[in-house]
């Protein structure tokens, strides 16, 4: 069969890598606002319209923010997070309803297919959950919920879900930040002990109702406080 030659990625396409690279890692962080146009180019020794192109490339993606008089500001790591927060972030309790959702289904199939690793990182982010809530340290309290509820996602071993939790993660792990309180809600702590017991125990059903009734009762605090 025959081939065409490989052709080289078009100079725009190929700066818009470098700037959505710097997204990616951190260089450039959700909300920062990233150097100016005359920077950049002079930066990478391009025309200042290839870099402007570039930008408009990942503006359009919902990845930066273009704002009039003031700059551009990363808006979001990829496209998927990048068209949810486009014109406005999603009610709370839709993003925990999606939750809940994709959650439920990593559980089912992480009873079945949790390795004896997968179960040791759920119990470490449970410890670090609870040592970071006894220390009162609210971020890394968030930062362990987050782990916690990632392993479950990769506990169930479907790619896709893997995939699709990662393309929102910012959103999630917001939701955690705007639902972590101290005290805790005894009951939202027990339904993680529940959760991770239930993938031990290899029993499906009662891994999707911990992990329904978790975000339920998520929910039913926001909804009652």
Do not use: C
């Amino acid at each position: 069969m025959l081939r065409g030659p490989v052709r080289q990625a078009p100079l725009v396409v190929q700066v818009a890598g470098q700037f959505r690279a710097l997204v990616e890692s951190g260089a450039w962080a959700v909300g920062a606002k990233i150097p100016g146009e005359n920077h950049l180019a002079d930066q990478l020794g391009v025309s200042r319209g290839t870099v402007r192109e570039a930008l408009r490339a990942l503006s359009l993606a919902g990845i930066l923010e273009p704002r009039v008089g003031d700059g551009t500001y990363v808006r979001a790591t990829n496209e998927i997070t990048g068209v949810l927060v486009r014109d406005e972030l999603p009610a709370l309790t839709h993003v925990l309803d999606a939750r809940a959702g994709l959650e439920a289904a990593a559980a089912r199939l992480a009873a079945y297919h949790a390795t004896p690793g997968d179960l040791a990182e759920l119990e470490t982010a449970l410890a670090g959950r609870a040592q970071a809530y006894a220390a009162r340290d609210l971020a890394g309290y968030v930062a362990a919920d987050a782990a916690f509820h990632r392993g479950v996602i990769k506990a169930g071993a479907n790619p896709l879900l893997i995939r699709l939790f990662d393309a929102v993660a910012e959103v999630v792990d917001q939701s955690i930040a705007d639902t972590a309180v101290f005290p805790e809600d005894p009951v939202v702590r027990d339904s993680h002990a529940a959760l991770l017991d239930a993938l031990r125990q290899r029993d499906a059903d009662r891994a999707v109702a911990a992990a329904y009734g978790l975000i339920e009762r998520v929910k039913t605090t926001l909804e009652n406080p």
